[in-house]
């Protein structure tokens, strides 16, 4: 059930990372032996003012309500699913599945299931309901633990307003860019426009062979990281752009973000996902929050190493 849910809800793990990303000029040899001469010490202080300027912004989001439109194209098909998103400062957050309001999957369609996820930051809760007349379980659960490997909850692969603005990527902890350089691996940085906005790019270049991240921070918005790359083994696994931003409450929100991904064998797997509407800062109360598995749920609690039905009442 587990990999139904993260397929659902577009979620991609791939490794390694880029500079010669399509779209992006100016990464050549010549270009890199530029980048080089800004020295380590000089790359590793602009990423991290940058760093104190994406918290500052992520901090002034106290709450957020957000209307998340998330469309995947992949192997010809295209899912579109509609998200209602609450979030709290105590990192509490409850998407709540709007597709069938918006479009009733068929009877007996079993490959559109329903979602609401919920974390507290130490647990998640995720509901999954299929499609009217499925075979087997129609309400199944899972409560998993918030750990580092079940982190992708909250992005839809980095596919939301908080993973943005928090600047989740593929390096997690920006403050880890310094101690993982000196051990071994290098960083580049030079200023970059790219979306008609000045910025700073930054290129991640992992040791042994494990493949580059180019970040490009906005300075203007937020310090959003509205470009993240991968490349590995010459080419390009993927790439995530915000392509457009909203002020809100004094803090810079991502509204319109895509995401490609190629994988091994070539095919293109790609997404976007659209803020239709939000509200930030107007405070939710607790009920806005709760989150209650349906009666009849079968649910799976991997933290507890249980399975139980959820009773009516």
């Known amino acids: 059930m587990r990999k139904t849910i993260y397929v659902a809800i577009g979620l991609a793990v791939v490794g390694g990372a880029t500079f010669g990303v399509p779209g992006l000029v100016g990464h050549g040899e010549a270009a890199q032996a530029r980048e080089r001469s800004v020295g380590l010490k000089n790359a590793k202080q602009k990423a991290l003012v940058r760093v104190a300027g994406m918290r500052r912004n992520y901090e002034a989001i106290r709450h957020l309500v957000a209307t998340i439109e998330y469309e995947q194209v992949a192997a010809g098909k295209t899912t579109t699913k509609r998200f209602l998103m609450r979030y709290a400062r105590s990192r509490t957050v409850y998407f709540e599945d709007l597709s069938y309001v918006s479009s009733p999957p068929a009877v007996g369609d079993a490959t559109v299931p329903r979602l609401s996820t919920w974390t507290d930051g130490r647990e998640i809760r995720i509901a999954n309901q299929l499609a009217p007349g499925s075979a087997g379980d129609v309400l199944t659960g899972e409560i ?8 992708d909850w909250r992005g839809f692969g980095g596919m939301n307003p908080l993973s943005a603005i928090r600047g989740d990527g593929p390096v997690d902890n920006w403050e880890e860019l310094q101690s993982e350089a000196e051990s071994g691996h290098t960083l580049w940085a030079r200023p970059e426009a790219q979306f008609g906005a000045p910025g700073f790019a930054f290129l991640f270049n992992r040791k042994k062979g494990l493949g580059q991240v180019y970040y490009w921070i906005d300075d203007v918005h937020g310090f959003i990281p509205r470009i993240i790359a991968y490349r590995s083994g010459g080419k390009t696994t993927l790439e995530l752009r915000v392509g457009a931003v ?13 995401r490609r991904v190629t994988e091994d064998y070539g095919s293109t797997i790609r997404a976007e996902m659209r803020v239709l509407s939000f509200d930030a800062n107007t405070k939710l109360s607790p009920k806005d929050l709760e989150f209650r598995f349906k009666p ?3 649910v799976s609690d991997h933290i507890r190493e249980t399975q139980y039905r959820v009773g009516p009442g």
Request: charged content about 10%; glycine content about 12%.
């Open 144 to 151: 998993l633990p918030a750990d580092g490997t079940n982190a």
């Open 246 to 258: 909203a002020k809100a409450a004094g803090a810079w929100l991502p509204t319109r973000m895509t």
């Open 296 to 298: 009849g749920t079968l």
